[in-house]
Nanobody, 123 residues
Framework: EVQLQASGGGLVQAGGSLKLSCRFS????????VGWFRQAPGKEREAVSL????????WYTASVKDRFFISSDNAKNAVYLQMNGLKPEDTAVYYC????????????????WGQGTQVTVSS
């Protein structure tokens, strides 16, 4: 059974940092891309950052570039999102999701989802 589990959310003050973890099972990371998505209250879900297993390529949405960093640890079947310089507008439920690796930049093809983790940034 394919599963993803996000963790690491919490409450942090603006300017602070959090590191989210996505643990996955039931598939080999080498065949998939994994991404972080978020959904704030009243807003549509948006892609935040993606990582490809093929060559380690990464993608970030403009609002988090140079603040968030995605990485993977294949031995631990995990993908991480280091979030620095957090802003109140980063407040959202964060989800990790997976897609076959050839869909790396096709955010609408990420169809294996884990439950989310809440990130709240206070001003």
């Amino acid at each position: 059974e394919v599963q993803l589990q996000a963790s690491g959310g919490g409450l942090v003050q603006a300017g602070g940092s959090l590191k989210l973890s996505c643990r996955f099972s039931g598939f080999l990371f080498g065949a998939y891309a994994v991404g972080w998505f978020r959904q704030a209250p009243g807003k549509e879900r948006e892609a935040v950052s993606l990582i490809s297993s093929s060559d380690g390529s990464t993608w970030y949405t403009a609002s988090v570039k140079d603040r968030f960093f995605i990485s993977s640890d294949n031995a631990k079947n995990a993908v991480y999102l280091q979030m620095n310089g957090l802003k109140p507008e980063d407040t959202a439920v964060y989800y990790c999701a997976a897609a076959p690796k050839w869909y790396f930049l096709h955010v609408d093809k990420y169809d294996i989802w884990g439950q989310g983790t809440q990130v709240t940034v206070s001003s």
